[in-house]
């Protein structure tokens, strides 16, 4: 983590997430902060662009977001936007492909979202049938979990999405603290509907999120993962453990 200086320093917020977790309610809940500015998943159309992963409206967005990864670290690491004191920037964690230097990120408050594998293969396999544990981004999550603590001498915060399903408040407010930043009960409720800082893939994925005014409460779905990716399971559950143990209680 990168200690604040002083009140009015300005703090960026990296935070890493696998895929089908609560990172856009997460970007809605800081982007209602009067200090905040938020980004969308600014390495995506580097990580199309590189893997070529068949995705929905791939070209668009690396037509309409920048593919290059050394200008978008440039910007991440810029003036904040609008003004603001504080600037949260929602990662997918499988976007920060091994071709990605990771310096720039010891400059950043980087956190990491988690959620139970089994919860989030079931939710996956409805866009893609058969994920790897690397679309799921806990190998990533692990590897920059490690690179952190290594490098900068401290672990980076971990949250559940089950945790602030079950106590926005608390959760949020120590992730806060350990963020450098003073809680916001505003970060509690949003309004509903899309925004200007979305990615264009939006329409595609953001449909629940922008009916949605406030994180939903925790339900678990008890549905069972097909046995053919049961390996997989087997595999995320082992890293989701690592980074479980770590996480931020209230």
């Known amino acids: 983590m990168v200690p604040m200086t002083n009140a009015q320093a300005p703090i960026r917020i990296a935070m890493w997430s696998g895929p089908r977790n609560i990172s856009t309610a997460l970007m809605r809940s800081f982007s209602s902060r009067p200090d905040?500015?938020?980004t969308d998943e600014p390495l995506y159309a580097h990580y199309l662009k590189t893997t070529q992963a068949d995705h929905p409206a791939r070209q668009h967005v690396i037509a309409a977001h920048e593919p290059d990864w050394r200008k978008v670290a440039a910007f991440l690491t810029?003036?904040?936007?609008r003004g603001r004191a504080v600037w949260y920037q929602k990662h997918m964690a499988h976007h920060l492909t091994p071709d990605v230097d990771r310096a720039w990120l010891a400059g950043l408050n980087n956190a990491l979202l988690i959620r139970d594998p089994a919860e989030m293969i079931t939710s996956y396999i409805k866009v893609l049938p058969n994920p790897t544990p690397e679309d799921l981004g806990l190998p990533q999550q692990v590897a920059l979990f490690d690179w952190l603590r290594e490098t900068t001498g401290q672990s980076p915060p971990v949250v559940d999405s089950r945790d602030i399903l079950e106590d926005p408040a608390?959760?949020?407010g120590a992730l806060c603290a350990r963020l450098a930043i003073a809680f916001d009960p505003a970060m509690l409720s949003?309004?509903?509907g899309p925004r200007d800082t979305d990615g264009v893939w939006a329409p595609h994925w953001y449909d629940a999120v922008d009916k949605s005014t406030a994180f939903a409460p925790y339900r678990p779905k008890?549905?069972?993962v097909p046995e053919r990716l049961h390996g997989v399971l087997?595999?995320?559950e082992a890293l989701y453990a690592t980074l479980a143990a770590e996480r931020v209680h209230a």
């Open 36 to 38: 905040c500015f938020v």
């Open 190 to 192: 949003w309004e509903p």
């Open 222 to 224: 008890n549905e069972p």
């Open 234 to 236: 087997r595999e995320c």
């Open 170 to 172: 608390g959760v949020l």
């Open 78 to 81: 810029g003036p904040i936007p």
